[in-house]
Nanobody
């Protein structure tokens, strides 16, 4: 397993930017596909963005064009650059890791149940 710790959340205004980080420890980070999910109060945890082992990315329609996911395998860290933030982006943001044994380096998933390892989350609040 890997241990995941998110950071970088906070309170911002509409239109501002934030960069979330997720630091990994434990097993080899580069073996994992990584994802970001979020959960707003009273709502289900939803997919935000994911990145494969070799850097292929996928985004939800609600954040595409505003958010950028990236990874630095040397630093065992995945990032979520969030631009043009809106009040509806307010949520707890979670980092997740998917080992995906036997899958290709292009493997990527937007399905919550595929991810075996989760961080504790970081709060992002966007005021109007």
């Amino acid at each position: 397993q890997v241990q995941l710790v998110e950071s970088g959340g906070g309170l911002v205004q509409t239109g501002d930017s934030l960069r979330l980080s997720c630091a990994s420890s434990g097993r080899t980070f580069s073996n994992y596909a990584m994802g970001w999910f979020r959960q707003a109060p009273g709502k289900e945890r939803e997919f935000v963005a994911a990145i494969s082992r070799n850097g292929v990315t996928r985004y939800s329609s609600s954040v595409k064009g505003r958010f950028i996911i990236s990874r630095d395998n040397a630093k065992n860290t995945v990032y979520l650059q969030m631009n043009s933030l809106k009040p509806e982006d307010t949520a707890v943001y979670y980092c997740a890791a998917d080992l995906a044994l036997g899958s290709s380096a292009y493997y990527i998933s937007d399905t919550r149940d595929k991810y075996e390892n989760w961080g504790q989350g970081t709060q992002v609040t966007v005021s109007s």
